[in-house]
């Protein structure tokens, strides 16, 4: 009966988005990839809706309920059978009454199993596309035949590009790149070089004390870069963020710029009050003057290397610890990429593992040098961070990182300094996620 109830709300919402698309005829900037597509609608958005009336995805609703639900501008009801009910009312009555809609719609595409982002693109045509970044072992292949099918599940997204459109590619991933070759509209790259039309150059870490004392240690506080397009060069600085890879949505956003000729100087301003993405490593402030890189929201194998290659690319006066927890949904893949990820944490001065798959992770850490003492292993991510407390000192970098379903947000709550703001500053703490305990 639930799935009953599930299909017959999906395809009401989507007749009635697509009503609303055809009464409203908004203009819509669509993003997917395998990494980063949140953080970078975020951003473009933020840019945006400087120059336009815009709208976005809420958090990251990008499948055929939540790609509906942000046409219509209407909340998840979850299994509040009577809120779905209001929201199908109130669909109504946007497509019947006078009502005022958005210029632009930010739509970010998933795709979790085969045929999601060509059902979406049967009745979407974004008049910009933009791809992030792929991964040889994307999160959800184990969905997919291989990885292959995956891109090409993606791909339809490029070839729903309508005439006279922009596709905006990552420079830098030469998958990305080969998506050119699905369309004949202008070609927008963004990237640290390799050909790129929107560049990012002189990236660098900006460090601050957290707290009051004279004596508190620096700490991480956010990225800078400028970013170069024909004549205009802009600095951008991101606070609350830290990972060369954050550079990129920015760059997203700028190139959206460039495709509308909308000037770089208001979209660096914009920046200024952007907040970071919960749970896309965001800083935040840890007990004992340590720091958090928070990149809770959910793991793949590239997500993982990214988010290491953060820890490991700051300066602190504490240890780099790393707490991993399982990547799912990755099949096959899974024990080999769990492997490769241990190869790389054994750099970081301690590693904790969350999971049974994560064991992996720890064994091939110890095979590759890692001192068992700075290796430690538990099945709950709430238990690893009740332990941490322990362990932390001041000054300490620890990165936190885990798919969705091994809820690595407990762990940063049992160590941040300000846990009372845990429901501004973390994901997963809506009603919904709360009560599957």
């Known amino acids: 009966m639930k799935r009953i109830i599930r299909t017959a709300v999906v395809y009401l919402l989507t007749v009635e988005a697509k009503a609303v698309l055809k009464k409203y005829k908004p203009r819509i900037v669509a993003i997917t990839g395998s990494v980063g597509k949140t953080s970078t609608k975020d951003s473009i958005q933020t840019v945006l809706s400087r120059f336009y009336d815009s709208r976005a995805n809420v958090k990251s609703f ?50 979790d199993a085969p045929g999601d982002i060509a059902s979406l693109t049967a009745w979407v045509k974004p008049e910009i596309v933009v791809v992030t970044k792929l991964s040889k072992v994307p999160v959800h292949v184990e969905f997919f035949a291989n990885p292959e099918d995956l891109f090409r599940e993606k791909g339809n997204l490029v070839k729903a590009l309508k005439p006279g459109g922009t596709l905006i590619l990552n420079a830098d991933d030469e998958d990305v790149v080969a998506y050119r070759n699905l369309s004949e509209e202008k070609v927008i790259l963004f990237g640290n070089g390799n050909g790129s039309d929107v560049v990012s150059r002189n990236y660098e870490i900006v460090y601050d004390a957290y707290g009051t004392e004279k004596d508190a240690p620096l700490l991480p506080k956010g990225i800078k870069c400028t970013i170069e397009y024909k004549d205009e060069s802009e600095q951008v600085y991101l606070e609350g963020t830290v990972g060369a890879h954050h550079a990129y949505h920015a760059l997203a956003a700028f190139a959206v710029c460039a495709a509308l000729s909308e000037p770089f100087s208001i979209a660096a301003k914009s920046f200024k009050h952007h907040a970071p ?50 990547m799912l949904e990755l099949g096959r893949y899974s024990i080999d990429e769990h492997k ?48 941490l407390q322990n362990m932390i000192k001041e000054g300490d970098a620890i990165l936190v990182k885990g798919s969705q379903s091994m809820r690595m947000e407990r762990a940063v709550e049992e160590i941040m300094c300000h846990p009372e703001d845990k429901e501004k500053l973390l994901v997963r703490q809506d009603e919904e996620w709360q009560k599957r305990g």
Request: hydrophobic content about 45%; proline content about 5%.
């Open 62 to 111: 990008n499948s055929e309920f939540g790609v509906p639900l942000t046409i219509l501008g209407l909340p998840n009801q979850s299994r509040n059978l009577l809120g779905w009910i209001k929201n199908l009312i109130e669909g109504l009555s946007l497509i019947f009454l006078p009502n005022h809609y958005p210029e632009w719609l930010v739509l970010e595409m998933g795709a």
């Open 340 to 387: 490769k990820i241990g190869i790389l944490a054994a750099e970081a001065d301690m590693l904790v593992t969350v999971g049974i798959r994560s064991r992996y992770t720890a064994s091939f850490a110890l095979d590759a040098g890692m001192d068992e003492n700075n290796v430690l292993q538990f099945e709950d991510a709430k238990e690893a961070g009740a332990y």
């Open 277 to 326: 993405t919960p749970g896309r490593l965001r800083l935040i402030e840890g007990i004992k003057h340590s720091i958090i890189l928070d990149d809770t929201y959910n793991s793949s194998p590239v997500a993982a290397e990214e988010a290491l290659k953060a820890l490991f690319s700051i300066n602190t006066p504490g240890k780099k610890i790393a707490v991993l927890g399982d």
